[in-house]
């Protein structure tokens, strides 16, 4: 081999190397780029969005003269049966039917205690359904993922992306007016 064609290859070799490199990296970015236009596609939406906006489950609630009633009351503990009933038949927002949406919230596991999370109830605020009753019919919503994922525990916040169906489910939990056929999930830390 020639003095030239050696000192050519000697400088083709790294350019080759450098564009083979470029090309991963290009490819990895444009993995990037489809995987962050993905979530973007999610439209985020808020947990007051998930109630139909003529619904008021206070009104009952402004009837009663709830001073004049104690807990032992029979006509109280009708009352908290009317009103249980009210919240896990509450109405959904059927605009939502198919629509690809990101809800942050708290997990209520279904699974059990297991080191997997698969299917599980996304409330909006700490607590509910574990410490205290559940809230109503459409602030619940049950979250199937397609396969199972580890590191999240009862109660964590997650931001969890998928297609919402309005769709009433009974678990041991609470009643779920919506289910979520998750396609991501991922922890939320709340902005400081």
């Given at each position: 081999?020639?003095?030239?064609?050696?000192?050519?290859?000697?400088?083709?070799?790294?350019?080759?190397?450098?564009?083979?490199?470029?090309?991963?990296?290009?490819?990895?970015?444009?993995?990037?780029?489809?995987?962050?236009?993905?979530?973007?596609?999610y439209r985020l939406i808020r947990w007051w969005e998930l109630t139909?906006?003529?619904?008021?489950?206070?009104?009952?609630?402004?009837?009663?003269?709830?001073?004049?009633?104690?807990?032992?009351?029979?006509?109280?503990?009708?009352?908290?049966?009317?009103?249980?009933?009210?919240?896990?038949?509450?109405?959904?927002?059927?605009?939502?039917?198919?629509?690809?949406?990101?809800?942050?919230?708290?997990?209520?596991?279904?699974?059990?205690?297991?080191?997997?999370?698969?299917?599980?109830?996304?409330?909006?605020?700490?607590?509910?359904?574990?410490?205290?009753p559940p809230p109503a019919a459409n602030q619940i919503v049950h979250?199937?993922?397609?396969?199972?994922?580890?590191?999240?525990?009862?109660?964590?916040?997650?931001?969890?992306?998928?297609?919402?169906?309005?769709?009433?489910?009974d678990s041991r939990m609470g009643i779920s007016g919506y289910h979520?056929?998750?396609?991501?999930?991922?922890?939320?830390?709340?902005?400081?």
């Open positions: 081999m020639n003095a030239t064609r050696r000192s050519w290859l000697k400088r083709a070799v790294p350019a080759v190397a450098a564009l083979a490199v470029l090309a991963v990296l290009a490819g990895d970015l444009r993995h990037r780029r489809s995987h962050a236009d993905a979530i973007r596609s139909p906006k003529e619904w008021d489950p206070t009104k009952r609630l402004r009837e009663l003269d709830l001073d004049a009633m104690k807990d032992s009351d029979p006509r109280s503990q009708r009352f908290l049966q009317e009103m249980r009933a009210t919240w896990d038949n509450a109405p959904t927002v059927s605009a939502l039917n198919g629509e690809a949406v990101r809800l942050v919230g708290y997990i209520v596991p279904l699974d059990g205690p297991a080191a997997e999370l698969r299917e599980f109830l996304l409330v909006p605020y700490f607590g509910a359904c574990i410490h205290s979250v199937a993922l397609p396969e199972a994922v580890k590191g999240f525990e009862a109660m964590d916040m997650a931001q969890v992306s998928g297609i919402m169906k309005t769709m009433r489910q979520l056929a998750a396609e991501d999930i991922e922890r939320y830390v709340p902005r400081q």
